[in-house]
């Protein structure tokens, strides 16, 4: 029993123990049956010429509802000369004329079957045209034009698949079918070989071009979720200090105050020692939480995150870096809340650092706006002056990190270039009255 297991196992055609030759082999055939036995009828129409394609770029605008129907016309004009030359009448036309042109205009709709009508008219035409080889000029010609078609139509491989079997069968024909006349079979074969190699070429590049634009457009996709990415923990890294600094004052103040209460009840007592309790549980946890996020190489800040108050000194520096920058201040100033005051530094000095790196010479205006729901925030700046020089690689992000910050405090913001050639950058943070220090 062991031995009729082991001996089934070794000849099964899906065993690990075949020879290279005979895997490869067996993946051929595989090739062979998905590409010219699987489905030969399928509907497949072909299209019109892309829009956005290299013969329709240059195609003048007046002609090019027309010239993207040019393929289907080629064939039918092709057809229709094929049909005529074969017109002699009885069954010599129906193997030397119409059963070409059917097969030629078979393949703008199915193209796999157009192949085999074509190729099986071979051995039909040895019984009829007994007198002379089964290749006839026009089909002779229209089986060219079918593989050429076909191969157009379908993979690479599909193209190598059709010339051998056109090979094999055009030879059998000849051999076995007793035809007379010089063979065909070399003159075809390498009259269809020319322009099958150059359709295969053309549609190995293609396809290889459309793999490489499909593995930007990941990468593309890739370095935007990771840059958002980033953003986010510099973000998180920026407002651990300031959460970090609120939760702290909040175990202080609960440790002490029953010390300020002259014989407090031990409920009290209670209720304030678990308030410390999880004030410092939550600060263990964030700075836990943080340390996930930190990068090996990050260094905490010495100085305390800056604030809506530190703008006068951002706006000295780039005036030093030559941008004529001036700040516009409406409503009732007050302090808001840390994360809010941070948030908003961070835009404007981002803002302003565009400015500098893409509008040379030009001039740009903060202005905040506090109101009764929040703060309003606008920078804008007039064209450029100088010459703007050519984005460095990683630049550009700048947005997504403003975005991702007003987004964190539910708040909005639009960039945008504005009607003579500037940029305006512009956000509004709400800010919820009990939250206003």
């Known amino acids: ?21 005979i895997r490869l082999v067996m993946r051929a ?14 509907y497949r129409p072909l299209g019109p010429l892309a829009a956005d394609g290299a013969v329709m770029r240059r195609t003048p605008g007046f002609v090019r509802r027309p010239v993207r129907w040019l393929p289907h016309a080629a064939v039918a004009l092709a057809a229709l000369a094929v049909l005529a ?13 119409v059963l070409p042109a059917a097969a030629m205009l078979l393949t703008l709709i199915r193209p796999v079957a157009a192949f085999w009508l074509s190729l099986l008219s071979v051995p039909a035409g040895a019984f009829v045209l007994a007198a002379g080889p089964p290749w006839t000029p026009p089909s002779f010609f229209s089986h060219v034009v079918v593989m050429t078609m076909v191969a157009a139509r379908t993979r690479p491989r599909t193209a190598a698949w059709m010339w ?3 090979g094999v069968l055009s030879l059998m024909t000849e051999s076995l079918l007793g035809a007379y006349g010089d063979p065909m079979t070399p003159q075809l074969l390498f009259a269809a070989a020319m322009p099958l190699l150059v359709v295969t070429a053309v549609r190995t590049r293609s396809e290889a071009k459309k793999e490489v634009t499909q593995q930007q457009t990941v990468t593309a996709q890739e370095r935007s979720m990771r840059t958002l990415l980033e953003e986010r923990t510099t973000i998180a890294r920026e407002l651990h200090d300031v959460v970090a600094h609120h939760m702290s004052v909040v175990a202080i103040q609960a440790e002490a105050a029953p010390y300020r209460v002259e014989n407090p009840p031990p409920e009290l007592e209670q209720a304030f020692a678990t308030i410390r309790e999880n004030a410092v549980a939550a600060l263990t946890e964030l700075r836990r939480v943080l340390g ?40 009732a100033v007050r302090e808001l809340p840390q994360g809010v005051e941070l948030s908003a530094y961070r ?15 030009a ?17 804008v700046n007039g064209p450029p002056r100088g010459l703007v020089k050519a984005a460095s690689p990683g630049a550009g992000h700048g947005i997504t990190g403003m975005r991702e910050r007003v987004t964190m405090l539910n708040g909005e913001l639009t960039a945008e270039t504005t009607e003579d050639g500037g940029y305006e950058v512009a956000a509004f943070i709400p800010v919820a009255r009990e939250e206003v220090q």
Do not use: C, W
């Open 1 to 21: 029993m062991d031995k009729t297991t082991t001996r089934h196992t070794a000849t099964d055609p899906g065993s690990g123990d075949q020879s290279p030759e």
């Open 29 to 42: 055939l595989d090739g062979l049956r998905e590409d010219l036995f699987r489905d030969p009828f399928a």
């Open 85 to 97: 030359s074969g017109f002699v009448g009885g069954l010599h036309f129906l193997v030397s004329g």
């Open 164 to 166: 051998v079997l056109t």
């Open 292 to 331: 996930v996020v930190r990068a090996e190489d990050y260094q905490a800040p010495d100085a305390p995150q800056p604030t809506l108050a530190d703008l006068d000194g951002l706006l000295r520096n780039v005036r030093d870096a030559g941008l004529e920058a001036e700040k516009t201040v409406t409503g």
């Open 347 to 361: 835009i404007v000095q981002e803002a302003l650092s565009n400015v500098l790196r893409h509008a040379p010479g």
């Open 363 to 379: 001039s740009a205006r903060v202005e905040l706006s506090y109101v009764l729901g929040g703060l309003g925030l606008r920078v």
